[in-house]
């Protein structure tokens, strides 16, 4: 399970200020190849901040945020690149991008990010279906020759068009909505949305999955079904998947490495069960004094 | 026993709502007195030694308060209307039966109009009713893309009409242009060929047009949108009034060259359409062919909107309505969308008001105010926003029922001679609006067609549809 090599997004003394508010205070981690990296924290510790950061909704204030597809970078490629304006670069095999420079929609479309929302962002006037096809609009933008060739049935695009509808219908199955693909998805239940956004998501085939709370709302069974479903993304398409959440059931189950946040501050970081265990982890969560984390800590080294 | 009992417990029941619904009526009646009183029940008029008088109106204060009144009260105990469904499946090729009726009525309009009012009625019928109607069908469905597809708020867009008008009007007039053409062509090509040659340009200035707004206000969303946009109108008005040297000001631009049948002038002379044609000549034909030139416009324009919605860039005009950060998020450059809804959107505006401009044959800032703008925007908010066929009712309920009521001499008989039936035409427009908003908060066709569908396409009810605030 555990992907060797050099990490897919490596995250360097990222800071956010808003004002003269610090969400995100030199934080540094990465997320590895084909793996679920999860972040926790409690609540206000700049979780959402660092996803949007990745995303692109907003500029951080300082740092860095290589994302490599393909076969690993080298050092040198890098340095190369940051060292020059540009946003992303060719390596040997494969492309860098630094997302810090990117716009939103070129991190999603270039560098192969896709995210859900912590409150669900679907479109509630469009079918279930529609939602799975907007989701492939940069393929099949070209294929219809930018709208001129589109607009005249050419055969590429209708092609094209059969293809993305396959797609969604394979979507569709795997979150079981085959049967409402042509209702509104505003109609849809909480959790069948929630299943759809990472539907539609994962149809703009991404290399790495952002997933803001995915879990907040569902019932346990639903919770039990969504590790099953990301399980099988990350072992069947290979997509690493970042992730933010609460539920511990659902980080401890499936995250293969998960770092911890508190007031924009990274205080752990390695797998579920190092993190587990990190007494300032627990005092992050249970609010205890200094000295009880003492107690605690000296227990544990007991 | 269990029905019985429900009987007797409906009675006090329905009492009480009738209870209600008349001191509700009581209510709105002593609003409508207080709004009457000052508006209604005394008119000043001057006799012939120029005095002033005070002349009461009791009558039309206690028309106005029981009209209130009874409207109020059978609204409020009429019997709740069942449940809509929240979805609705059509028929198979039930659009496509209903699309080709229309078409069949369209195309046939002029005929028929000539032969329940022969020559000399037909002119008034086809171009104040059928032209007129037609020019705003089009605009609306031009204004649909944008503010019905892509939720951007537009109440500037009498401007790319402007554009379009001006452009044609302009460079068809130009005498440079002319010269030049005579020199090179041949003098008789510019004033038969001019439509043609500039309906394209005009179109694509106010396509241009519409990219240098959509600049400015790519970051700007509902009420801000809207009032820049607004202002946007009328800076082109402004400039179209204050830049005499090019546009002539208030005085407008006059001899536009008309339309000609792809190369056959309108006219009696020996290469004319009637003469080519052995025909009689008569003024007709020229309203005829604008009629079915119209008709060509707007066909294109809807096909093209219908298409687009089928293609990856109307989606994501619909997507971008329904939440424009989703979008950003799936990889669609949001920028890009938006500027080409204004630039499309404006495009068609434009292509309207080079055939206005050549319908007229005369063209001044007067015809592109705020109210134009209103009176689109309107016809796409009434029709539905986002439908095709409530646009096309819209415009024809709103544009020929301010028409018709120049045809209603008769009232005259009934409210005195000095009764102006088009001095209400504003007054009817507000009231029609209020009442659609009342009745149908989304538009006459509340339901929006999918653009794709796995097995069954059903319509979506409009409470799930955005608005759009962007």
Same mark, same amino acid.
């Given at each position: ?78 340095? $190369? ?6 946003? &992303?670069?060719? +390596?040997?095999? @494969?492309?860098?991008? #630094? =997302? ?123 919770? $039990? ?6 399980? &099988?993304?990350? +072992?069947?398409? @290979?997509?690493?998947? #970042? =992730? ?59 | ?470």
């Amino acid at each position: 399970m555990h992907a060797s090599g050099p990490p897919l997004l490596t995250v360097e003394h990222l800071s956010m200020r808003f004002g003269g508010l610090i969400a995100v205070d030199d934080l540094s981690f990465s997320a590895g190849r084909g793996e679920i990296t999860a972040i926790i924290g409690p609540n206000g510790a700049g979780k959402t901040t660092v996803f949007n950061c990745i995303t692109g909704f907003y500029k951080p204030t300082s740092g860095r945020l290589l994302l490599s597809l393909g076969e690993a970078a080298s050092a040198a490629d890098i340095a $190369a690149l940051t060292a020059t304006g540009r946003r &992303s670069g060719a +390596t040997a095999a @494969g492309a860098i991008f #630094l =997302l810090e420079r990117m716009p939103d929609h070129e991190i999603a479309a270039r560098a192969r990010v896709a995210r859900t929302f912590q409150n669900i962002r679907l479109f509630p006037g469009m079918t279930v279906l529609e939602n799975l096809i907007v989701a492939q609009h940069n393929a099949l933008m070209a294929a219809s020759g930018w709208t001129v060739l589109g607009l005249f049935g050419a055969r590429r695009y209708v092609e094209a068009e059969a293809r993305a509808v396959e797609r969604a219908k394979h979507w569709l199955d795997r979150v079981a909505l085959t049967e409402r693909a042509d209702d509104p998805a505003g109609d849809l239940p909480y959790g069948a949305q929630r299943r759809l956004e990472i539907a539609r998501a994962m149809c703009t085939e991404p290399a790495l999955l952002c997933l803001d709370e995915p879990a907040a709302g569902l019932n346990p069974r639903e919770s $039990a079904e969504l590790t099953d479903f990301l399980k &099988s993304i990350q +072992t069947e398409h @290979g997509t690493s998947i #970042l =992730l933010i959440e609460h539920d511990m059931s659902v980080v401890m189950g499936i995250s293969d490495h998960v770092v911890v946040l508190e007031y924009g501050q990274k205080i752990s970081d390695g797998p579920p069960d190092h993190v587990r265990n990190d007494p300032k982890v627990i005092a992050a969560y249970l609010g205890v004094e200094d000295e009880e984390v003492a107690e605690v800590e000296a227990e544990i080294a007991r | 026993m269990s029905t019985a009992m429900d009987a007797a417990a409906t009675r006090p029941m329905a009492t009480a709502k009738l209870a209600a619904a008349l001191k509700d009526a009581l209510g709105t009646a002593l609003l409508t007195l207080g709004l009457a009183v000052p508006i209604l029940a005394l008119r000043t008029e001057q006799n012939i030694s120029n005095e002033l008088i005070l002349q009461p109106r009791w009558g039309y204060v206690a028309i106005a308060v029981a009209l209130a009144f009874s409207a109020r009260f059978l609204y409020l105990v009429a019997p709740a209307a069942p449940a809509r469904p929240r979805m609705l499946s059509l028929p198979r090729g039930f659009g496509r039966v209903l699309s080709a009726v229309l078409l069949m009525v369209l195309l046939l309009y002029p005929l028929i109009a000539l032969a329940l009012t022969g020559k000399a009625g037909a002119v008034k019928w086809i171009d104040n009713f059928g032209i007129q109607i037609l020019i705003y069908i089009m605009l609306g469905w031009g204004l649909n893309i944008v503010v019905g597809l892509a939720g951007l708020l537009d109440l500037g867009y009498v401007a790319f009409y402007a554009v379009g008008a001006y452009a044609y009007a302009l460079l068809a007039t130009s005498d440079p242009v002319k010269s030049f053409m005579a020199d090179w062509i041949g003098a008789g090509f510019w004033p038969l060929w001019a439509f043609w040659i500039c309906l394209p340009v005009a179109g694509l200035m106010a396509a241009f047009w519409g990219i240098l707004l959509g600049f400015p206000v790519l970051r700007l969303r509902g009420d801000y949108l809207a009032i820049v946009t607004l202002a946007f109108g009328e800076i082109i008005r402004l400039v179209l009034i204050n830049w005499v040297p090019v546009t002539n000001g208030y005085a407008g631009v006059s001899g536009i060259p008309r339309p000609s049948f792809f190369g056959l002038p309108f006219n009696d002379s020996e290469g004319g359409f009637a003469a080519v044609f052995g025909l009689e000549f008569t003024p007709l034909y020229r309203t005829i062919f604008l009629f079915y030139l119209i008709v060509a416009l707007a066909l294109l324009t809807n096909w093209v909107t219908l298409r687009l919605r089928r293609l990856p860039i109307g989606r994501a005009w619909e997507a971008l309505r329904e939440d424009e950060i989703a979008c950003r998020s799936l990889g669609i450059n949001t920028t890009n969308t938006k500027l080409t809804a204004f630039a499309i959107g404006a495009g068609f505006g434009g292509f309207a008001g080079s055939f206005f401009a050549a319908r007229q044959g005369f063209i001044s800032p007067e015809s592109f105010t705020f109210m134009e703008s209103a009176v689109v925007l309107s016809i796409v908010v009434l029709g539905g926003m986002g439908s095709q066929l409530g646009v096309a009712i819209a415009a024809f309920v709103m544009i020929g029922g301010t028409e018709i009521l120049r045809e209603l001499d008769w009232l005259k008989r009934i409210f005195g001679p000095e009764f102006e039936p088009t001095q209400y035409r504003m007054l009817l427009f507000g009231l029609a609006m209020v009442l659609l908003m009342i009745w149908r908060p989304r538009g006459l066709i509340a339901f929006r067609a999918p653009s794709i569908f796995l097995r069954e396409r059903r319509l979506v009810r409009a409470e799930m549809v955005k608005e759009g605030h962007g």
